[in-house]
């Protein structure tokens, strides 16, 4: 008998099966025997027909396990063994960062005037200095986020191809992030960078652990969130609040954003506070949050999936009595923007940099709302059609 090939993420010996990771989680509703029967089934490496079926691959298990034993990884490395087997299914290939065109890249083609220079402008600057801000995929998508007077002496370079791979980590597309890791560590090998600045929590938890933990990746730069680099600046008294934002909102925390805990989580708490803005937490606590929805899809494929996790997140967020909805992620804004042209009544969405650019007294733009309609649109006529296909593919 051939023994099966084990996750070469998880901590086997670590884990003692309490199902804490699994028990906790907000999606599966189980209780302490049937968790822990779940993640035997997993640490064993046979069918966890629960976690098939329910997980949304938010992330979250990671931070429950008392152990750090990385039960994420393990689950998402069952989908690694059917993407190898099965392919994925076409109905996703508009989805990846890999297709041209697909979800972003149109968007970008109908940027206005300003966010398309500033979009072109960082796709040819040179990633050099001792701050250099990388933008992602989301503000590539959203420019007027980084469009703030303050750090215009920063660097901000990037462009798609420099994608982070967190789509495809999140898919548990091993070989796909492992090539991401390669490439970007050619990529920014030499580079006088001092320390890389992040827009998004999930690229920073890319580049600071799972590529170079977990794929090799090798990075010379420091890396930080740039919240925590603007938060530093307005206590140095180098940036300067000018208009206290005086009304409520609800404050969603990403996966990512959870995983890295203080640095993003409460950095952005104090820089709505102190922007003048009444924060409300959204029940049960920011440890047990639920998912944007966007990581949903990641398991079944499914846009059904995606809607019922978002529905779900912003049930919670209604209850709070909030008049606004705070995200700190521009992908976490962008689909639950699409929600309030599926679900009227949705709150408006707004990201932490559109707040800061108000408080600071930088020209207010709310693009969001618009480019989520048209990204919704696009993904319905170029997804939907293929929703019942049995084709698949391969990313090459």
């Not at 490496?45 to 938010?58: F, L, N, Q």
Request: charged share 25%; glycine share 8%; aromatic share 10%.
């Amino acid at each position: 008998m051939v023994e099966k090939k084990k996750n070469p993420f998880f901590k086997y010996n670590d884990c003692d099966l309490c199902g804490q990771c699994l028990e906790r989680c907000e999606y599966m509703d189980l209780g302490h025997e049937q968790a822990s029967d779940e993640i035997g089934r997993l640490v064993r490496g046979e069918p966890a027909p629960i976690v098939a079926d329910k997980c949304t691959s938010c992330y979250a298990c990671n931070t429950f396990c008392p152990n750090d034993c990385h039960p994420y990884e393990l689950i998402i490395g069952s989908w690694n063994e059917r993407y190898k087997k099965n392919g994925l299914p076409v109905r996703v290939s508009y989805l990846m960062p890999d297709s041209s065109p697909n979800f972003r890249t149109d968007i970008v083609d109908k940027l206005g005037p300003r966010d398309r220079h500033l979009h072109d402008k960082w796709t040819k600057t040179q990633p050099e200095g001792p701050y250099v801000i990388y933008p992602g995929c989301n503000a590539l998508v959203l420019p007027h986020l980084l469009d703030l007077d303050f750090l215009r002496d920063i660097p901000v370079s990037g462009d798609f191809h420099l994608c982070c791979g967190e789509m495809y980590f999140r898919m548990g597309l091993f070989d796909v992030v492992e090539r991401t890791a390669q490439r970007l560590t050619e990529y920014y090998r030499g580079r006088d960078i001092g320390t890389m600045l992040f827009v998004c929590p999930a690229g920073l938890n890319m580049f600071r652990n799972v590529l170079p933990k977990q794929f090799g990746a090798k990075f010379s730069f420091k890396t930080m969130y740039l919240g925590k680099y603007i938060l530093d600046r307005i206590r140095q008294g180098s940036v300067k609040i000018t208009t206290m934002l005086d009304r409520k909102v609800a404050v969603h925390d990403s996966c990512h954003g959870r995983l890295l805990h203080d640095e993003v989580t409460e950095t952005a708490r104090r820089l709505y506070s102190i922007m003048g803005l009444d924060v409300l937490e959204v029940e049960p606590n920011r440890q047990q949050g639920l998912c944007c929805g966007m990581a949903a899809g990641c398991n079944r494929y499914r846009p059904d999936d995606i809607y019922q996790a978002c529905s779900m997140q912003l049930k919670r967020v209604h209850k709070t009595g909030a008049k606004e909805l705070a995200v700190y992620c521009g992908g976490c804004q962008l689909l639950m923007s699409m929600m309030r042209w599926i679900s009227p009544g949705t709150l408006p969405v707004r990201h932490l940099f559109e707040y800061i650019c108000e408080a600071t007294g930088n020209p207010i733009r709310l693009p969001a709302s618009k480019r989520s309609l048209r990204m919704l649109t696009n993904v319905a006529l170029k997804t939907l059609p293929r929703l019942l296909s049995q084709k698949t593919y391969r990313i090459d």
